[in-house]
């Protein structure tokens, strides 16, 4: 009997990772624009210093996001879709470089790409905290992020944790998800302010 309840309940917990897995298709695959509000958490490697940020997210399908940052400090991040745009407003100064260099296997391919199984391999995860996790691994060597992993609450985007190459943690928790929204195109065109410095990279 005992071995039966192990049984049914590893059984029940492998369903639960699949369905994991096919929220992550299921959202790449039908959800084509969104946005939400999130908060930031950041640790470093020996797990001892915190640094919180918050924002809101936009993205459409293929290849234009926008972050936002708003506390600490303001940033902004749009990519329209051949270029990405980093704006920090403090400095009054802003970067850009191709959307092939800079996307790849990362967070924002993950969430506004088109090609989510070329570039990662899945693989369920434990259910932690309420949420089904699914690890997205990098295809590409050279990649920056050690491990990616996006927690979904039944089909719906809530969570994703990273870890970088330098062993840093980077938690974002997302909050008042709306899926396939209306967004207009002004919101992933960057127009530099004046005064400011662009670096072309």
């Known amino acids: 009997m005992k071995n039966l309840l192990l049984s049914l309940t590893l059984l029940v917990a492998s369903v639960a990772h699949a369905d994991a897995v096919d929220a992550l298709r299921d959202f790449a695959k039908d959800v084509k624009s969104g946005k939400a509000n999130f908060t930031q958490t950041v640790t470093s490697p020996d797990g001892k210093r915190k640094k919180v940020s918050s924002g809101s997210f936009e993205f459409e399908r293929p290849n234009r996001f926008r972050f936002a940052y708003a506390k600490p400090f303001e940033q902004t991040i749009v990519a329209d879709g051949q270029k990405v745009w980093i704006y920090d407003a403090d400095l009054n100064q802003a970067s850009s470089r191709k959307l092939a260099d800079a996307l790849g296997a990362t967070p ?69 998800v709306q899926a396939n929204v209306p967004l207009t195109a002004e919101r992933f065109q960057f127009k530099l302010p004046a005064g400011a410095d662009l670096i072309e990279q």
């Open 108 to 176: 924002a391919a993950l969430l506004a790409g088109t090609n989510l199984e070329r570039d990662f391999t899945l693989k369920a995860q434990p259910t932690d905290a309420g949420l089904d996790w699914v690890q997205a691994v990098p295809k590409q060597a050279e990649s920056t992020i050690q491990s990616l992993k996006l927690g979904f609450k039944g089909k719906e985007l809530a969570a994703m944790e990273i870890v970088d190459g330098f062993g840093q943690r980077s938690r974002l928790d997302f909050s008042a």
